[in-house]
């Protein structure tokens, strides 16, 4: 396997694009069949006996993880979301969605954002984070105890500079929700020679601007824009009527569209 993309928040879209098309000379089948069947082992030891279940969120590594699941036999799965998201994406939610799957809002909205201005198109991973725990570790917790789980599986990986536990792939917080991490180990190369060599279905955030970098985070979310301003712009290439509903509430937004 050759390594060609290095952390997550220091590789350019156009980079992710270049690794899809040469993915077969990066990673081969059978070096990807290996990495899956090892992984699918240590899930089988690590959850035998608890009650699993995990989170998807229509992601690469998320979609990646989902498959992995099933074929571990973990089915049950969640989703958090918030009334932010992209409306084409969550139309393709709704049609690969899981059959098991549990979607729970957060309840972020328009007048939420307009009350948390810093939450607007972070420019640094810190501020970024905190989407993370506001709509799916919030979500997560609530689905944890709810189902009475043991653990619940993520797609979190080393490569994002992600946190996945001190010394293993498992980690509890303060409030009891243990999270385990089977992907950590995971390339970036190898996540999306599993997407091409298995036809795995992708939302279309990922053809969408930078859609590698932002992932399927809430529009508000969407990092690395560089200002509000190109934030805007951005969002507004996608779906032009986030950027109108948005006016309504955020003088940004509105004096972007009087720009125009």
């Not at 050759?2 to 928040?9: A, F, N, S, T």
């Not at 498992?170 to 992907?183: A, D």
């Not at 997407?195 to 508000?220: A, D, E, F, Q």
Request: hydrophobic share 35%.
């Amino acid at each position: 396997m050759e390594r060609v993309l290095g952390k997550k928040q220091s590789i350019r879209n156009e980079d992710w694009l270049k690794a899809v098309k040469r993915i077969e000379e990066l990673v081969s089948r059978e070096e990807l069949d290996e990495k899956v069947r090892s992984t699918i082992d240590e899930i089988r030891h690590t959850t035998g006996g608890k009650k699993a279940a995990y989170a998807w969120s229509a992601g690469k590594d998320s979609l990646v993880l989902g498959k992995i699941c099933r074929r571990a036999g973990i089915v049950d799965c969640m989703m958090g979301i918030c009334n932010l998201e992209y409306p084409a994406f969550m139309k393709w939610v709704d049609k690969h969605k899981p059959k098991e799957l549990e979607i729970i809002n957060t309840g972020q909205d328009l007048e939420w954002l307009s009350k948390h201005p810093s939450m607007l198109f972070p420019q640094d991973s810190a501020t970024a984070a905190k989407w993370f725990s506001i709509v799916q570790h919030r979500a997560q917790a609530k689905y944890y105890k709810e189902n009475n789980l043991d653990v619940i599986l993520l797609g979190r990986r080393r490569a994002d500079g992600n946190y996945c536990g001190k010394g293993s792939n498992i980690y509890s917080n303060g409030n009891g929700v243990t999270r385990y991490s089977p992907l950590a180990s995971w390339s970036h190369e190898e996540i999306l020679a599993f997407i091409h060599y298995h036809k795995v279905s992708m939302p279309p955030i990922y053809r969408w601007k930078n859609g590698y970098l932002c992932g399927t985070h809430p529009w508000p979310a969407r990092q690395w824009t560089g200002s509000e301003e190109n934030g805007w712009r951005e969002v507004y290439e996608i779906d032009q009527s986030i950027v109108c509903d948005a006016a309504k509430w955020i003088d940004g937004a509105a004096k972007f569209l009087n720009s125009l």
